[in-house]
């Protein structure tokens, strides 16, 4: 009997393919969940249950919190990635590593197959191939929503004549959460004018006194919160998540333009993942030269879209994330946040690495670098070219 791997998520599409792929297909189903921070102890032991129950070869969870930080959310902060200057990659950089994984177990049991519950609609089944046919090009892809054309009735009918017993009720709002945060899907984001209510977002806001907090960088990962010191970079992305969601903080909806050509609108609620990309990016405007900030910034823009779309193995990847790692030498100190009802400021920063420093001078007060008369030659200099241009055709023959 032939082996296949499984993304399963414990959901209507996921349990359907369990079933499918083995009393349909006879394959010998290994079914994989890959956590990402997403999920709690009880959820997985329920999740774990019920995959049990559906007469399965096994079911495993891959835990990857730390490994989706060191290779993926690492660099998001260092780039400031936010796709379309919105959105955190919520959902598309935890695919990437969920793709990953599971196609390095199939390879360690020797699956003939993986397979996984996407639909035809999304940018989900483009990112898990894409991975797939790099890591196990050799092994088949089965995606069974996909193949089948499948409605939600008719899944639902196939697992009841198979004795599966769920709840089958559709939530209202679609939810997805991960360490770097939460999307939410509902009827508001099918249209291009609604915004989602209250109730849809899964924190709900509960703090009202304003709350100043301090986050620690060391080389561009966050290491401290508060005075708290963190061995581990994820331990204080789930601080900061937990002091700030209360907050309402990081709401919004992205409008996006998808793999396959069409556009679409997703919200999502990422408190922790804002705010520490934020604060980075006010310690490396103190502490980057003009031309790392500009170059850096380019790359990081490239580096978002190119892994949004599912390009995670290409080798140029790695490329810039070594140039990303470079610019963070000098990316070190505290940055105070202050957190208010759905909105947080940023109050500033204290570094060692601060090029604002005040014995080179005072923006707009007084310079101690240089004389008036050496900025009189500067500017002449500098705009020579210009000068030339506008004399040469100014209009006389």
């Known amino acids: 009997m032939k082996k296949v791997v499984l993304a399963y998520s414990g959901g209507l599409d996921t349990t359907f393919c369990a079933l499918h792929l083995s009393k349909d297909l006879g394959y010998e189903v290994h079914a994989v969940l890959v956590n990402t921070g997403g999920f709690s102890p009880e959820e997985l032991q329920a999740i774990e249950s019920r995959a049990k ?28 990635v936010l796709k379309n200057q919105t959105y955190p990659l919520s959902v598309s950089a935890e695919r990437i590593l969920q793709a990953k994984s599971l196609a390095e177990y199939a390879k360690s049991i020797g699956a003939k197959a993986v397979a996984h519950g996407s639909t035809g609609a999304g940018n989900d089944q483009v990112r898990f191939d894409m991975i797939f046919q790099t890591i ?16 939600r009735q008719e899944e639902i009918e196939y697992l009841k004549k198979h004795g599966v017993s769920m709840n089958f009720e559709k939530a209202a ?8 945060g939460t999307s939410v899907g509902g009827k508001e984001t099918l249209t291009s004018s609604e915004y989602l209510p209250e109730e849809a977002w899964p924190t709900q806001a509960t703090e009202k006194e304003a709350k100043e907090i301090k986050l620690t960088f060391v080389q561009g990962e966050l290491k401290g919160v508060n005075g708290e010191q963190f061995d581990n970079p994820v331990d204080a992305i789930q601080k900061v998540q937990a002091l700030a969601s209360p907050f309402g903080i990081g709401r919004d909806i992205h409008v996006g333009d998808t793999i396959i050509g069409i556009k679409g609108r997703v919200g999502f609620e990422a408190a922790g993942p804002l705010i520490i990309i934020k604060a980075h990016q006010l310690l490396e405007k103190h502490t980057l030269t003009k031309w790392q900030l500009f170059w850096k910034n380019q790359q990081a823009e490239f580096y978002g879209n190119h892994l949004h779309e599912g390009h995670y193995l290409d080798p140029v990847m790695r490329n810039l994330e070594a140039f990303m790692q470079s ?27 601060d090029l604002m420093s005040n014995k080179f ?22 705009g020579n070219q210009t000068a030339i241009f506008h004399q040469v055709n100014s209009g006389n023959d």
Do not use: C
């Open 173 to 180: 709002y679609s939810i997805n959460k991960g360490i770097w």
């Open 53 to 80: 129950s559906l007469g399965i070869a096994s079911f495993k969870i891959l835990e990857v919190v730390d490994t989706y930080y060191q290779e993926v959310i690492k660099y998001l902060v260092f780039g400031n």
């Open 327 to 353: 610019t963070q030498e000098f990316v070190s100190g505290d940055v105070r946040v202050l957190l208010q009802p759905y909105r947080f400021t940023l109050l500033g920063i204290h570094s060692a690495h």
């Open 361 to 382: 001078g005072s923006y707009g007060e007084m310079n101690k670098g240089y004389t008036g008369e050496d900025v009189k030659g500067f500017t002449r200099i500098l």
């Open 136 to 151: 196990v090009p050799d092994i088949e892809i089965i995606t069974p929503i996909r193949d089948l054309k499948l409605s």
